[in-house]
């Protein structure tokens, strides 16, 4: 199976092989095929934003430390209420409680300490993949300022997948997961030569879709992942490259 990612306007490819399973472990070509009035050039190819729980943990805290930031952020989510739900369907205290222990888990580099956040005075110091200061940032971010949580973390679940995302970057909706299945669904019933074909995902963003369907495709399947947005196409190939 092929991934091909292609920034729609500038019409060059950055196919992007499948690992082992769907991949071959190797990138091929990475270079223009063709050439359109607008110029095409790598230099300006974006770099994508590595995701919190991919990022070195090179930052440390002590967990009373860490207690006392999760303390901090605890009480901010539960003034929140049903304030953003009430008022345009936003999260609830519930959500946001959700939200801060996955930006935890995603933080330490060996989230089984979690449970000790519990107690008081704890010294022990523990690998972060952020420094305390950004975690109150980015957690003032999501309350004050209502930024989509996937930005603070720099990914979104999705199916079995955990792709990258950032700012300006569409996140991929669950209702989109049925696309995958639709695809499946086709293949099966009504003709597996399909899986010969080549398939186009037009406005990939994060690449959800198209690396969904690769992986129902097989190893001998073809699809070419399209974007207008260069950060998208970027985000896209990083996916596709890392999934
Ligand atoms: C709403 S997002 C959907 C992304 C993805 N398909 C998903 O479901 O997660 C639409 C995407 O289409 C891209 N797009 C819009 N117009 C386009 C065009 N004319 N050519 C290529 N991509 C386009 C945008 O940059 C954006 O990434």
Redesign the pocket.
Known sequence: MRVSLTR??RFYTSPITPKPSFFSPRAILNQPFSSSSSSSSHSSTPKPKTPLFLKPPKYSATLSDLKKWHNWAKALASSVRSTFADSDNGPDSSILFRELNWLVEDSLEDPSLIPQLGFQNNSQSVRLRIGLDELYGLWKQRIEKRKPFQYLVGCEHWRDLVLSVEEG?????PE?EL?VDLVSDVLVRDNDGLRDGFWV??????G??AIGIARVLGSKGSIIA????PL?AAVAAFNAQRI
């Open positions: 729609a306007c970057v569409f996140i991929p909706r989109t696309m995902d037009l406005g990939t963003g994060s959800a879709i399209v974007d207008l947005n998208a």
